[in-house]
């Protein structure tokens, strides 16, 4: 799935604990969809694609 600047996405795995995320122009922006008003996460697009790869690669897969 690519992201589309500035527009929040949000992703879900059972329904009920969802994140949001979204791309600006120089960083991706991750919140807790149920607190929108709290100050995001913010990651640079590099740490958000070192991240990225290492999930499609499951580096991050719990035992």
Not at 42 to 56: I, S, V
Request: with cysteine; hydrophobic share 40%.
């Amino acid at each position: 799935m690519t992201l589309k600047l500035g527009e929040w996405t949000k992703f879900s795995a059972n329904g009920s604990n969802c994140v949001e995320v979204m791309r600006t122009a120089d960083e991706v922006l991750v919140r807790n969809s149920h607190r929108p008003a709290e100050a995001p996460q913010r990651f640079t697009l590099g740490e958000w694609e070192f991240f990225t790869q290492g999930a499609k690669l499951g580096v991050f897969d719990l035992a």
